[in-house]
Nanobody, 129 residues
Framework: QVQLVESGGGSVEAGGSLRLSCAAS????????MGWFRQAPGKEREGVAA????????YYSDSAKGRFALSQDNAKNTLYLNINTLKPEDSAMYYC??????????????????????WGQGTQVTVSS
């Protein structure tokens, strides 16, 4: 079993930055694949970034490239999503997901939700114009 707890969301003005955190527990963090997803009201869930926590690869959606960056602290079993130059369209609930036994994946698969068995409760990001 893996438990995921997100934090770091909030209300910010456009142009600001946030760092979302996803703290994992229950299994060996350094062998996971993990993803960040977001869902705005009335919209489908969107994968924005994903990573193999062994450092072998990371992926970003087109909407995330250039403004979103993943980082991790293996000592704290924590994955971060750094978001710069926030836009109102970034407003959404952001979810962290993890899969301890992750197969080789394409970017499309890594940014899709099917591969991940474990999900956090989400953290809300609201960006005002």
């Amino acid at each position: 079993q893996v438990q995921l707890v997100e934090s770091g969301g909030g209300s910010v003005e456009a142009g600001g930055s946030l760092r979302l955190s996803c703290a994992a527990s229950g299994e060996r963090f350094s062998t996971f694949c993990m993803g960040w997803f977001r869902q705005a009201p009335g919209k489908e869930r969107e994968g924005v970034a994903a990573i193999y926590t062994d450092g072998s690869n990371s992926y970003y959606s087109d909407s995330a490239k250039g403004r979103f960056a993943l980082s991790q602290d293996n000592a704290k079993n924590t994955l971060y999503l750094n978001i710069n130059t926030l836009k109102p369209e970034d407003s959404a609930m952001y979810y962290c997901a993890a899969e301890p036994r992750c197969p080789p994946m394409t970017a499309i698969q890594a940014l899709g939700s099917k591969v991940y068995r474990y999900w956090g409760q989400g953290t809300q990001v609201t960006v005002s114009s």
